[in-house]
């Protein structure tokens, strides 16, 4: 079992800064490839952003070069670095942590952190 916790969301205004934080805890977090997903009112769940075991990442097209995801394995931590952000960027955040052994996979979610970009 993996519990996630997600913090760092909040208000900011549109160019503005937020960094996420995900603290994970009840496994071997290194094992794990980690994720950052949204959901914006009225819209699909959508991958943002995630980071293999190895450390290799994807985004989505709509935040590259804005946002950075990044692991902490000796603090058991994802971070989502997010920079000029805009008001389409405005929906709730959650953390997800995923594991595939021989046909088994974990899959884990938070409770996810509202992020509202506004002026």
């Known amino acids: 079992q993996v519990q996630l916790v997600e913090s760092g969301g909040g208000l900011v205004q549109p160019g503005g800064s937020l960094r996420l934080s995900c603290a994970a805890s009840?496994?071997?977090?290194?094992?794990?490839?980690m994720g950052w997903y949204r959901q914006a009112p009225g819209k699909q769940h959508e991958l943002v952003a995630a980071?293999?075991?190895?450390?290799?990442?994807n985004y989505a097209d709509s935040v590259k070069g804005r946002f950075t995801i990044s692991r902490d394995n000796t603090k058991n931590t994802v971070y989502l670095q997010m920079n000029s952000l805009k008001p389409e960027d405005t929906a709730v955040y959650y953390c997800?942590?995923?594991?595939?052994?021989?046909?088994?996979?974990?899959?884990?979610w938070g409770q996810g952190t509202q992020v509202t970009v506004s002026s």
């Open positions: 997800n942590a995923k594991r595939t052994i021989a046909t088994m996979t974990s899959n884990y």
């Open positions: 009840g496994s071997i977090f290194s094992s794990y490839a």
């Open positions: 980071i293999t075991s190895g450390r290799s990442t």
